[in-house]
């Protein structure tokens, strides 16, 4: 059964920065497409970016384009958001999510993120 845990989520200023990680347990991640997502209080979870198996192609939200960078390390099972330029509106629960060859989905626990203004 595949397990994602997330980490590195906390409080960072107006303008910080933040790197969130997800720990791929469970299956060979290679085969998952991987992606990070947030859900708000009171929002529906939003798509932020993916990455393909190997890492050859990444797509983000507009809301997120050129502040916040998706990598992986399939060496180390692991799946990484890089956010910078960070805003109030950012402030979510971010979650990882690995898609499967078929069809199979899974989700993190979600970790905390918060910006002070």
């Known amino acids: 059964q595949v397990q994602l845990v997330e980490s590195g989520g906390g409080l960072v200023q107006t303008g910080g920065s933040l790197r969130l990680s997800c720990a791929f347990s469970?299956?060979?991640?290679?085969?998952?497409?991987m992606g990070w997502y947030r859900q708000s209080p009171g929002k529906q979870r939003e798509f932020l970016a993916r990455i393909s198996r190997f890492g050859g192609s990444t797509n983000y939200a507009d809301s997120v384009k050129g502040r916040f960078t998706i990598s992986r390390d399939n060496a180390k099972n692991t799946v990484y958001l890089q956010m910078n330029s960070l805003k109030p509106e950012d402030i979510a629960v971010y979650y990882c999510n690995a898609q499967g060859p078929i069809d199979d989905d899974y989700w993190g626990q979600g970790t905390q993120v918060t910006v002070s203004s």
């Open positions: 469970g299956a060979i991640f290679s085969r998952y497409a």
